[in-house]
């Protein structure tokens, strides 16, 4: 039997007002079983000036009813306003976006009649983390976080819905034959997981290979797992090249609350003109009545759409003569969804949900914690002087009891000794000193070389130690080293 949800709906901005009353309709006529709060978040809450654009007794709301059904919002141009997405995802800890990005040939015009690529998208860490410094005069920087629970999260995650959804397949996509150590961790965390899941067969490329496939020959792909920034992009990419971003809903799946929107954004130019897609929506409207278990009204509503689009009753977005019968707005065609709850599509293959259990909310992480040495340390310096000869004759005056300079990078790349005339240096210098025979070093040691460096009048900008985990080293060579 099921019971009625409590869920928090907002109606956005743009045509979030049109497309969330269209779906609502549509979930309401269905069946599904729904006690709603509504609360404004986005442009109306930017304007009276709070910053993230959403009020305390809307997180009151989520933090109640755990379930999230949110229109796009439009997010102000310009500094000081943070984008209201990422305040939620972050906060709620929603660390699993899903996109499952479907062609409908031949009913909706597409280079990829067989595409049904579902990608799962780490949503909180990489670069994401927005941990930006600018370090000297040139030089910026972006910290790219991995972690170990964060990648076991999200990996779980992409086998569990394969194996729940039925899927064959599951694809890893990281760059770590550059980034060994966080996208390396991302990959070996994905084959320690994938042998627990022996019916799904996995794979792993490498993300720029692995993207340009995934826009030439989409229909080898099933499920695919990645970090948050290639996620970000791939996802937008296969939902575009699978016919239109109006089409596409999102899951955003944290351990005590889950949000469901359309992927695209609040359309402003077409706001108010009733000719939006609801698509997204409803799609997302279906990813959240399999959450909440309610799997018949999902079925119904997922079949009926699917039967509207069948019927060639297309919205200005994917109307295509020769193809499209009838021309609707976003009111017509929830009605010619509602008309069709209870019909089947006849081509395309219809959706059957079933009330699963819900997956594991929580996750105990694998690994005993590592013994840990510090056995040197990076130091970073600004410098503009863009000899690196002088620099290292500079850094060889410091002495410290078991630390010992054994190159400079600029970069990422060994300038000295050795370096080659041609490469570029910028005033961001990298200088490493290790213990020669590998003995672990004390904080103490790093305090003394930082201000002997500060004596001899360089400028210390930020030091990184150098760590062994259980003897391997924690910490990537120089190019070139
Ligand atoms: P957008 O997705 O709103 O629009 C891109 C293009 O697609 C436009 O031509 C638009 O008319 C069309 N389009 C989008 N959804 C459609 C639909 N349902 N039916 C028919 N056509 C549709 O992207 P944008 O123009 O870059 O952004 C507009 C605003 O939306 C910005 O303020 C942006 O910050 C915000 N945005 C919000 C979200 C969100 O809340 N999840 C996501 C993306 C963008």
């Given at each position: 039997?099921?019971?009625?949800?409590?869920?928090?709906?907002?109606?956005?901005?743009?045509?979030?007002?049109?497309?969330?009353?269209?779906?609502?309709?549509?979930?309401?006529?269905?069946?599904?079983?729904?006690?709603?709060?509504?609360?404004?978040?986005?442009?109306?809450?930017?304007?009276?000036?709070?910053?993230?654009?959403?009020?305390?007794?809307?997180?009151?709301?989520?933090?109640?009813?755990?379930?999230?059904?949110?229109?796009?919002?439009?997010?102000?141009?310009?500094?000081?306003?943070?984008?209201?997405?990422?305040?939620?995802?972050?906060?709620?800890?929603?660390?699993?976006?899903?996109?499952?990005?479907?062609?409908?040939?031949?009913?909706?015009?597409?280079?990829?009649?067989?595409?049904?690529?579902?990608?799962?998208?780490?949503?909180?860490?990489?670069?994401?983390?927005?941990?930006?410094?600018?370090?000297?005069?040139?030089?910026?920087?972006?910290?790219?976080?991995?972690?170990?629970?964060?990648?076991?999260?999200?990996?779980?995650?992409a086998?569990?819905?394969a194996?729940?959804?039925?899927?064959k397949k599951l694809t890893c996509l990281t760059?770590?034959?550059?980034?060994?150590?966080?996208?390396?961790?991302?990959h070996?965390?994905f084959d320690?997981?994938a042998?627990?899941y022996?019916?799904i067969r996995n794979e792993h490329w490498i993300?720029?290979i692995g993207?340009?496939k995934?826009?030439?020959?989409?229909?080898v792909f099933d499920v695919i797992v990645t970090?948050?920034?290639?996620?970000?992009?791939?996802?937008?990419?296969?939902?575009?090249?699978?016919?239109?971003?109006?089409?596409?809903?999102?899951?955003?799946?944290?351990?005590?609350?889950?949000?469901?929107?359309?992927?695209?954004?609040?359309?402003?130019?077409?706001?108010?003109?009733?000719?939006?897609?609801?698509?997204?929506?409803?799609?997302?409207?279906?990813?959240?009545?399999?959450?909440?278990?309610?799997?018949?009204?999902?079925?119904?509503?997922?079949?009926?759409?699917?039967?509207?689009?069948?019927?060639?009753?297309?919205?200005?977005?994917?109307?295509?003569?020769?193809?499209?019968?009838?021309?609707?707005?976003?009111?017509?065609?929830?009605?010619?969804?509602?008309?069709?709850?209870?019909?089947?599509?006849?081509?395309?293959?219809?959706?059957?949900?079933?009330?699963?259990?819900?997956?594991?909310?929580?996750?105990?992480?694998?690994?005993?914690?590592?013994?840990?040495?510090?056995?040197?340390?990076?130091?970073?310096?600004?410098?503009?002087?863009?000899?690196?000869?002088?620099?290292?004759?500079?850094?060889?005056?410091?002495?410290?009891?078991?630390?010992?300079?054994?190159?400079?990078?600029?970069?990422?790349?060994?300038?000295?000794?050795?370096?080659?005339?041609?490469?570029?240096?910028?005033?961001?210098?990298?200088?490493?000193?290790?213990?020669?025979?590998?003995?672990?070093?004390?904080?103490?040691?790093?305090?003394?070389?930082?201000?002997?460096?500060?004596?001899?009048?360089?400028?210390?900008?930020?030091?990184?130690?150098?760590?062994?985990?259980?003897?391997?080293?924690?910490?990537?060579?120089?190019?070139?080293?």
């Amino acid at each position: 039997m099921e019971t009625t949800a409590s869920i928090t709906v907002a109606h956005g901005d743009g045509i979030g007002p049109e497309i969330m009353s269209a779906s609502l309709r549509i979930l309401q006529a269905a069946g599904a079983k729904l006690d709603i709060e509504t609360i404004s978040i986005g442009e109306s809450i930017y304007n009276q000036g709070h910053s993230s654009g959403i009020l305390p007794s809307a997180w009151d709301s989520l933090r109640r009813t755990k379930v999230f059904y949110k229109s796009p919002i439009s997010t102000p141009q310009g500094g000081g306003f943070k984008s209201l997405n990422v305040t939620v995802r972050k906060t709620l800890g929603l660390y699993a976006n899903i996109r499952p990005c479907v062609s409908y040939h031949p009913f909706v015009d597409t280079k990829h009649p067989k595409m049904d690529v579902v990608i799962v998208r780490e949503n909180e860490e990489d670069l994401y983390a927005g941990i930006e410094h600018r370090q000297t005069d040139q030089v910026y920087q972006c910290l790219k976080l991995i972690t170990r629970p964060g990648c076991e999260k999200i990996v779980r995650y992409a086998f569990e819905y394969a194996r729940r959804n039925n899927r064959k397949k599951l694809t890893c996509l990281t760059k770590d034959n550059i980034m060994k150590l966080t996208d390396g961790l991302f990959h070996k965390v994905f084959d320690e997981i994938a042998v627990e899941y022996p019916e799904i067969r996995n794979e792993h490329w490498i993300i720029d290979i692995g993207a340009a496939k995934l826009a030439d020959t989409p229909e080898v792909f099933d499920v695919i797992v990645t970090p948050n920034l290639y996620g970000d992009i791939l996802s937008d990419v296969a939902a575009q090249i699978a016919g239109s971003v109006g089409l596409a809903g999102s899951a955003n799946i944290g351990e005590h609350v889950a949000m469901f929107e359309a992927i695209h954004g609040s359309a402003p130019t077409i706001a108010g003109q009733n000719i939006a897609n609801p698509s997204g929506l409803i799609q997302a409207g279906v990813m959240m009545l399999v959450h909440l278990q309610q799997a018949e009204a999902a079925t119904a509503i997922h079949n009926a759409w699917l039967k509207t689009l069948e019927d060639c009753i297309h919205t200005a977005d994917i109307y295509k003569e020769g193809i499209s019968k009838q021309r609707v707005g976003t009111k017509e065609f929830a009605d010619a969804v509602i008309a069709r709850l209870g019909q089947l599509p006849s081509k395309l293959p219809p959706a059957a949900y079933a009330n699963a259990p819900q997956q594991s909310a929580s996750h105990t992480y694998s690994k005993p914690r590592a013994t840990k040495e510090i056995v040197g340390v990076d130091m970073f310096l600004e410098y503009a002087n863009p000899n690196p000869d002088e620099l290292g004759e500079q850094l060889q005056k410091v002495n410290v009891d078991g630390l010992k300079l054994v190159m400079i990078t600029n970069r990422g790349v060994k300038v000295w000794p050795g370096g080659m005339p041609e490469t570029f240096c910028t005033d961001h210098w990298r200088s490493r000193f290790l213990s020669p025979e590998g003995t672990p070093i004390a904080h103490k040691q790093i305090i003394l070389l930082m201000e002997q460096l500060d004596e001899l009048g360089l400028d210390v900008i930020k030091s990184e130690n150098l760590c062994t985990f259980d003897g391997a080293p924690g910490y990537s060579l120089g190019q070139g080293q």
